[in-house]
């Protein structure tokens, strides 16, 4: 799962992916430490040109909508949720988020975008929160959590590469048209099932070449697709550290923070996390 990334590099120079270069000068107000997908915003990704063998930086809506959602209260009522006719709320389903093995199951509201709309999302972090049972005061693991932000990175790699999928959604009341996309998600590695403890998702970050291929290769097989759908970064290529609670409205959202809860274990000594 990932809900919140991070794209704060107004100056991105030449493209790791293929030694391009090019400007995300035309939505500089996208570039934010903290994107937080429960808002819906607009992020810069970058989309193959139709016709082309180039690509280009729009910006699109995060949060998948698919066919049959007719009109923008239908699309309000999946992403935050609603009260049906008995007065139940029906549970919000905000497709920020695709799953890697389930893109190309026949009949899902994925599968042409995995086909045919592939994007990537230039990240430099994202957020995950870590479900914690601290130690109570008889030496027993309390049975409820208390849940740790984590800010997650990239050693080597400054910039990198989210797989997504996109789909242009027309209001059928308006016509008006909006580009929408979900990120990949695959299992997560050593580390991040440490952190994202809980559901142990992780978003598919794409090296250089395999970013290329998902984004410009516009006959790959199904079964390339699949490979790359759930491709597992490699936990000695990233790092992570705690970061405050409130991070999504800290105007530092990224400076480091120690958890006291985090810093033994049931024997009093040092508790590893990554």
């Known amino acids: 799962m990932c809900y919140s990334f991070s794209a704060d590099f107004p100056e991105l120079g030449r493209d790791p992916m293929a030694g391009r270069t090019f400007s995300l000068e ?10 937080d997908g429960l808002n819906f915003p607009q992020v810069n990704v970058l989309a193959k040109t139709e016709g082309k063998d180039d690509y280009e930086v729009t ?15 239908a699309a309000a009522q999946m992403r935050k949720g609603y009260k049906d006719v008995s007065g139940q709320f029906v549970m919000p389903n905000p497709l920020l988020n695709a799953r890697g093995e389930e893109l190309l199951l026949p009949r899902k509201i994925f599968r042409g ?16 929160w870590m479900h914690h049972y601290p130690m109570g005061k008889k030496g027993q693991r309390l049975k409820t959590h208390i849940s740790i932000p984590h800010f997650i990175y990239m050693r080597e790699q400054p910039v990198f590469y989210l797989a997504g999928i996109s789909r242009t959604w027309t209001d059928q009341e308006t016509g008006e048209m909006t580009d929408t996309f979900s990120i990949v998600t695959t299992d997560a590695n050593e580390l991040l099932s440490k952190i994202h403890n809980s559901k142990k998702r992780m978003p598919v970050i794409l090296p250089p070449a395999l970013a290329e291929e998902w984004l410009m290769h516009t006959n790959m097989s ?15 290529m990233m790092d992570a550290y705690t970061i405050g609670k409130d991070f999504k409205a800290s105007p530092a959202p990224k400076t480091k923070v120690a958890y006291r809860e985090l810093e033994e274990d049931t024997n009093g000594t040092p508790l590893t996390l990554f």
């Open 26 to 35: 035309d939505h500089p107000e996208l570039l934010e430490p903290v994107i």
């Open 59 to 73: 910006a699109q809506h995060w949060g998948f909508l698919p066919g049959y959602i007719s009109n923008a209260t």
């Open 113 to 128: 975008a995995a086909l045919e709309k592939r994007v990537l999302v230039p990240a430099n972090g994202f957020y995950e």
């Open 222 to 236: 199904e079964e390339r697709i699949r490979e790359l759908a759930v491709h597992q970064q490699r936990s000695e």
